[in-house]
């Protein structure tokens, strides 16, 4: 039967090898063409030749993986996902101060080790940045180290890459993430390629330093995660939950020699943290999600100032019996490296993602990621749900945050509805 499969199909493999050697100059991708046409006329045979050609085929896709689709990142041992990670530690006389009091301490204690750092922004030099985490930091270091600089924030981009590129290793701070917008070309085009146009050639570990999510305001609130994740692959993209947090990140990224964008959560910086003893050098794994609760019927998945309106719903969720596990997701880019998310979907069978993105932005980012990469959808009794902004700009003051942002009876209520979908018995719908 394989016989005469393969004798049936001998004018076309005629076929394939006359229009493969008409061509003067063959490609590698006339080559590939040629090659996946002759596999499927093939398909259910097991001849010698065949299954040479088969392994032939998937080292030629290995090989050209490596010449066309590798080092998007650094691949050495400075990847910032191979720096370990290092536990804040603290004792019973530790601090409780301000978000930005925390950020303030451990940028100081990298400065000081560090003479190859530097930072600039708007208002960042004399008073310290708008939140004041580097306050003081000027009279300490001087003018050449931390700057500040003109409301031109793809100079701000551009300034980044050529110290990094220089051997410096700058903090280069965006004031607002609304304001990225205005250095995206800069940072998709030059940055986020630069390792992989040179094949790892050229590196350039710039960290991208702003404040964004929720506040309350048109052109200070916006969350556009989704347009940033996908613009800026190349550049990790981290969004801690709170200023402690941020600063492990500081040290883990300062630690690799890849660039990142880092997103302090605006609304954090006067909350109360505890100081950790061991400043500008515990670190936050990159890549790694946290389980900040514990749960057993649905996983919930969010990030940065998300997190703490997730608590505050779980809170009335406990009160309606329902128990939640909360991932913190803390990377968008990388994502869930080791696929641990997965391990709860499989223990809870129900997802919900929420961010304050619009819709359709990093929620179905991170949806994509878990239901095609980690296959999470072979455990899920339920469809999974997203929850996110309205699709535009936020409102201006308290309402508008409220009504344009995802609150806590949002979130209650989208879980809710998860639950009445498996169980409506034990769960009828009250809205």
Not at 75 to 86: F, N, R, W
Not at 400 to 420: C, H, L, Q, T, W
């Amino acid at each position: 039967m394989q016989w005469r499969l393969s004798q049936a199909n001998q004018p076309f493999f005629k076929k394939i090898k006359s229009d493969l050697t008409s061509v003067i100059d063959p490609a590698r991708r006339d080559i590939m063409v040629a090659a996946q046409k002759v596999l499927r006329l093939t398909r259910g045979e097991s001849t010698s030749a065949v299954e040479n050609l088969l392994h032939w085929f998937n080292e030629y896709v290995a090989l050209n993986k490596d010449r066309y689709n590798s080092t998007l990142h650094n691949e050495t041992a400075e990847s910032a996902i191979k720096v370990k990670a290092v536990p804040a530690e603290y004792n019973n006389d530790s601090p409780m101060m301000d978000g930005r009091e925390v950020l303030q301490a451990n940028f100081d204690a990298l400065f000081a080790k560090d003479a190859r750092l530097v930072a600039f922004g708007e208002d960042l030099g004399k008073i310290g940045d708008v939140n004041q985490g580097f306050a003081g930091l000027q009279a300490k270091y001087g003018e050449i180290r931390i700057t500040d600089v003109g409301i031109r924030e793809a100079t701000i981009a551009g300034q980044g890459i050529g110290l990094a590129l220089r051997g410096l290793r700058p903090i280069a701070e965006i004031q607002y993430l609304d304001y990225l917008l205005y250095a995206l070309q800069t940072l998709s085009d030059d940055l986020a390629t630069l390792s992989y146009r040179t094949k790892g050639g050229q590196k350039a570990p710039v960290i991208i330093r702003t404040r964004g999510h929720r506040l309350e305001g048109i052109w200070h609130s916006g969350s556009p995660m989704g347009m940033i994740i996908n613009a800026l692959r190349g550049i990790h993209v981290l969004v801690p939950r709170n200023m402690v947090q941020a600063a492990g990140f500081y040290n883990t990224m300062l630690a690799s020699d890849e660039p990142a964008l880092i997103v302090e959560c605006l609304n954090g910086y006067r909350l109360k943290e505890k100081l950790p003893l061991n400043l500008g050098e515990f670190k936050v794994p990159v890549g790694v999600p946290e389980v900040l609760k514990e749960g057993n019927d649905i996983t919930l998945v969010t990030y940065g100032s998300c997190v703490r309106v997730a608590q505050e719903a779980i809170q009335y969720l406990e009160e309606m019996g329902i128990s939640v596990e909360l991932i913190d997701v803390q990377s968008l880019l990388p994502f869930d490296i080791h696929h641990s998310i997965k391990a709860s979907i499989q223990k809870t069978n129900k997802l919900l993602v929420f961010d304050e993105d619009v819709p359709g932005g990093a929620s179905a980012y991170i949806l994509q990621q878990l239901l095609e990469n980690q296959e999470a959808y072979k455990w899920l009794d339920a469809a999974p749900a997203t929850l996110t902004s309205q699709p535009h700009r936020p409102a201006y003051g308290s309402d508008g945050d409220y009504f344009s942002k995802p609150s806590a009876e949002d979130v209650v209520n989208s879980v809710y509805r998860i639950m009445n979908d498996v169980d409506p018995l034990h769960f009828p719908l009250y809205i």
